[in-house]
């Protein structure tokens, strides 16, 4: 192991201009970092051996130590051991493991570096050195990884310079080359126009030929209004890239406003289908599906939708990171934005589960946990079919926690409403409202084929926190189909700081949630209008995965 010195003057450009004229500051910069970096060896069974004594692990464990007394730290959602975190970034499965990277901010040099965790489950994850370190950009954004035979390539964002490529083939990832050792697309020169922006890229093969989506906007919406656009590249080495055209046609499932940060485009389904996963600075995450029309290179949409049900931050669900399951589905994780002011020491932001993503035999899209979060489980508690007579509030006296999972099934009969209070203190000073409104979503007139009248669920976190740093979310509320004479079932996981709720296997929201007290760990019960039945009801303590760390 040998630490390595790394000084290049790089060449650093300012965009000004999202769409058309780019702007280019010509300055010359040296963009080290000050985290301390290292090679590997190339073997699994030498790189173990030099992870174990690695300055920058023993630095992560302790840390975790540390920041463990956090109230609102959670349990078994993936947390940075030091620092912030923002985007996920390049998912992928490579030699037998998971690998998770994301934007870190290391306290040395709070730039973004990409860090750097797997798993073999998806649930435990282990943490491994920053993998990929500023320099030549500025900062290294968001990006995704694409897995070849024998090696993973990594096409990301760098600030001040463009789109940056870099690879690596050792057994755990730790050792990463950029690609030229600039940037691939650069910023256009001073006065240069170009048709196509500059931001977070997405990289999949086809042919002989490397493809990427450019995240960015057009101008060329209602009035003259920004909408979302990816711009399709390719190229036979990665270093030398050509402009083809935008790529997304007939897409009518976005705000006016959204943009397409942090694309990830793959194949779901046995049918040839096609997901598009990105984010919006205004909205959150979003989804389109559609078909790859591979003559054209033009991805026709067919459908769409929101991971994120309300405005971006305070709270909600921020920006995917996702990776074919090798079975026809796509595993998907997102960070979760912070419901309260960050500062020093003060380290919120975090991940959701990961999501397996499919479609049903309509092409909708359908979204449960994935990997094996039931190994997670501990102390269990179990309640028989139960009368839940109208309009009672009815307190599970046996049933408490901050970090549990719920899974409830219930007949709401002639019900109108279920609403489940978790987080709860005994007189209702702090607790986070779950609510399932029966036929309350959309009425889906749109689609010919099923016209469904979907019902809703929310999250309402206005009551979660009595604390004055805490702001609340709009109430979180998707439409999810529910099957005449279909029971309705909900896993909800409570890990200490979020609120995570999926709906028969076919929708889920999420919402952050930081009540102060400490006996707010209550849940109760109660259907609206008419009684319902509630046919079964676990629950679980969960493990804390980080406590062994």
Avoid at 177 to 198: A, D, L, M, R
Avoid at 353 to 371: F, M, R, S
Avoid at 486 to 496: A, G, Q, W, Y
Wanted: charged share 25%; net charge positive.
């Amino acid at each position: 192991m040998k630490r390595i010195l790394m000084k290049i003057t790089a060449l650093s450009a300012l965009l000004v201009v999202s769409a058309g004229l780019v702007v280019q500051a010509q300055t010359q910069a040296d963009y080290t970092s000050k985290v301390p970096k290292y090679t590997f060896s190339t073997t699994l069974s030498k790189q173990e051996k030099e992870l174990k004594n690695n300055p920058l692990l023993k630095r992560f464990e302790a840390s975790r130590k540390a920041l463990a007394a956090d109230k609102h730290r959670p349990f078994y959602h993936y947390i940075t051991p030091e620092g912030r975190l923002n985007d996920p970034n390049g998912l992928c499965y490579w030699g037998g493991n998971w690998h998770l990277f994301y934007q870190g901010y290391p306290p040395e040099d709070p730039r973004q570096h990409w860090g750097h965790v797997v798993s073999k489950d998806l649930i435990h994850w282990r943490d491994l050195p920053y993998a990929i370190y500023p320099n030549p950009e500025e900062k290294v954004f968001s990006g995704s990884t694409f897995v070849e035979n024998d090696r993973v390539i990594a096409m990301y964002h760098g600030t001040k310079v463009g789109t940056m490529v870099a690879t690596s083939s050792d057994p755990l990832l730790l050792n990463w080359e950029k690609v030229t050792g600039q940037s691939v697309i650069p910023y256009p020169k001073q006065g240069e126009k170009v048709p196509y922006n500059i931001f977070d890229p997405n990289i999949w093969k086809k042919g002989d030929h490397y493809y990427s989506l450019l995240a960015g906007v057009r101008p060329v919406g209602p009035g003259g209004k920004n909408i979302r656009t990816h711009f399709l590249m390719k190229s036979k080495d990665l270093s030398k890239w050509e402009y083809m055209h935008p790529f997304v046609e007939k897409d009518n499932y976005g705000l006016v406003g959204d943009d397409g940060a942090c694309p990830y485009f793959w194949p779901i389904g046995d049918k040839g289908k096609y997901i598009l996963l990105h984010f919006s600075h205004m909205s959150g995450g979003k989804y389109m599906i559609g078909d790859y029309d591979q003559k054209r290179d033009k991805f026709v949409v067919t459908d769409g939708g929101d991971f994120n049900h309300g405005p971006v931050s305070k709270g909600g669900i921020h920006a995917p990171s996702a990776y074919p399951d090798g079975k026809g589905g796509v595993v998907a994780i997102f960070n979760m934005n912070s419901g309260k002011p960050i500062g020093n020491g003060n380290f919120t932001e975090m991940m959701t589960l990961p999501w397996l993503l499919t479609l049903d035999e309509h092409d909708k899209l359908q979204i449960q946990p994935a990997g094996d979060v039931e190994s997670l489980r501990r102390e269990k508690v179990s309640i028989a079919e139960t009368v839940l007579p109208a309009n009672k509030e009815v307190v599970l006296k046996n049933v408490s926690g901050n970090a549990m999972e719920l899974n409830l099934t219930v007949d709401l009969q002639k019900a109108t409403t279920l609403e489940l209070n978790v987080l709860r203190s005994p007189n209702k000073e702090e607790y986070t409202r779950i609510l399932f409104y029966k036929d309350g979503g959309y009425n889906g007139r749109a689609d010919v084929k099923t016209k469904i009248q979907y019902s809703a669920v929310s999250i309402d976190n206005s009551m979660a926190s009595t604390l004055n740093s805490v702001k609340s979310r709009v109430t979180e509320t998707a439409d999810v189909e529910i099957k005449k004479g279909e029971l309705v079932n909900m896993r909800i996981f409570i890990d200490r700081s979020i609120v995570e709720v999926f709906v028969n296997g076919r929708q889920c929201i999420a919402v952050r949630a930081y009540p102060d007290r400490e006996d707010s760990n209550g849940v109760s019960i109660q259907a609206r209008g008419n009684d319902a039945l509630l046919k079964s009801l676990d629950a679980w303590q969960m493990e804390n995965v980080f406590s062994k760390k």
